[in-house]
């Protein structure tokens, strides 16, 4: 069974960095998609970029180009997802989630981890 | 970015009755080499990650009901829920997968009249 277990909740001040982790258990990791989805206090869903570990570089929504970072360790089957900058708009939950390949739709989703960026 | 519109914003529907949700984008997303839309469908309830319902626009993920059905090709897709149950309270959103860059409608709000 397919399991998504992402880090634990992050406080952080404005102009820090943040890095959430998500384990990935069942499957061959390195040949999946991961994308990290973000979703501020009462809005929708937002992509924020992805990742399949096989082919290496990730790619991002232009509007994160040059913010965020997301790697993949596949000795540890664990993504990354690392936002620097950080500003009190990007008080979010932050998910991971993965599809079969890049074409295929998200079928599996971490539990989501809350980010708060407050002075 | 393809960018998705989904109407209403807000839907009361009676339990027992027809919930519709429609969602629009701004290119295709229908892929002329295999016939298929890359879109799909998930229902979030508070508190929960999203849930995936249909893909392909109109095949329904393993162990939804049935009655949760979707249609549609191209840039104009339904989701139609034939007899709303109380544990079908949620919020609904359409996904393109088909770009490097997916993209999520706003999403729609589902409450019981």
Same mark, same amino acid.
Request: proline fraction near 5%; glycine fraction near 10%; charged fraction near 15%.
């Given at each position: 069974? &397919? ?6 909740? $992050? ?5 820090? #960095?943040? =890095? &959430? #982790? ?15 989805? +973000? ?6 869903? $937002? ?15 232009? =509007? ?12 540890? #089957?664990?993504?990354?997802? $690392?936002?620097? +900058?950080?500003?009190? $708009? ?14 295929? &739709? ?10 708060? &960026?407050?002075? | /970015? ?6 209403? /914003?807000? !839907? ?5 009755? %027809?919930?519709?949700? @429609? ?6 997303? !229908?892929?002329?080499? @295999? @016939? *298929? @839309? ?12 999203? *849930?995936? !319902? ?5 095949? %329904? ?5 049935? %009655? ?10 339904? !989701? ?7 544990? /079908? ?19 729609? *709000?589902?409450?019981? *009249?």
């Amino acid at each position: 069974q &397919v399991q998504l277990v992402q880090s634990g909740a $992050e406080v952080k001040k404005p102009g820090s #960095s943040v =890095k &959430v #982790s998500c384990k990935a258990s069942g499957g061959t990791f390195s040949s999946y998609a991961f994308s990290w989805v +973000r979703q501020a206090p009462g809005q929708g869903l $937002e992509w924020m970029g992805g990742i399949i570990p096989m082919f290496g570089p990730a790619n991002y929504a232009q =509007k994160f180009q040059g913010r965020v970072s997301i790697t993949a360790d596949e000795t540890t #089957s664990t993504a990354y997802m $690392e936002l620097n +900058r950080l500003r009190s $708009e990007d008080t979010a939950v932050y998910y991971c989630a993965r599809a079969a390949s890049q074409s295929s &739709v998200t079928t599996d989703w971490g539990q989501g981890t809350p980010v708060t &960026v407050s002075s | /970015d393809i960018v998705m519109t989904q109407s209403p /914003d807000s !839907l009361a529907v009676s339990l027992g009755e %027809r919930a519709t949700i @429609n969602c629009k984008s701004t290119q295709s997303v !229908l892929y002329s080499s @295999n @016939n *298929k @839309n890359y879109l799909g469908w998930y229902q979030q309830k508070p508190g929960q990650p999203p *849930k995936l !319902l249909i893909y392909w626009a109109s095949t %329904r993920e393993y162990g939804v009901p049935d %009655r949760f059905s979707g249609s549609g090709s191209g840039t104009d897709f339904t !989701l139609t829920i034939s007899s709303l149950q109380a544990e /079908d309270v949620a919020v609904y959103y359409c996904h393109q997968y088909y770009s490097t860059t997916p993209t999520f409608g706003q999403g729609t *709000k589902l409450e019981i *009249k």
